[in-house]
């Protein structure tokens, strides 16, 4: 798997703002969608925030939705993670993926092919 390389992350205070990025150059499939995802001790790796190629449409999880903004500059092939408003309960391990046309739904971890190494955030209160 082409590994995706991401920067950005660390502590803040809860209220505070943090951009994650993501460089998928050397991702060299066909990209379908992109996205965000996050996995905190002890609990699943949740689907957080996803692009699609076609047109930059965006889906959020719940959880994020009017907090976190996603975005790509496509010419320099970088995923972005904007996050404001950051709570306690968004402390995760952060990791971006990339993935090619399938059935999966783009929350389903099993759809994307490349993962990054993934950056620590961390939001006290």
């Known amino acids: 798997q082409e590994r995706l390389v991401q920067s950005g992350g660390g502590s803040v205070q809860a209220g505070g703002s943090l951009k994650l990025s993501c460089d998928a150059s050397?991702?060299?499939?066909?990209?379908?969608?992109m996205g965000w995802f996050r996995q905190a001790p002890g609990k699943e790796r949740e689907g957080v925030a996803f692009i699609y190629n076609d047109g930059d449409s965006t889906l959020y999880a719940d959880s994020v939705k009017g907090r976190f903004t996603i975005s790509q500059d496509n010419a320099k092939n970088t995923l972005y993670l904007q996050m404001n408003s950051l709570k306690p309960e968004d402390t995760a391990m952060y990791y971006c993926a990339a993935k090619t046309w399938n059935g999966y739904s783009p929350f389903d971890s099993r759809a994307y092919n490349s993962w990054s190494q993934g950056t620590q955030v961390t939001v006290s209160s």
């Open positions: 050397r991702y060299t499939y066909s990209r379908d969608c």
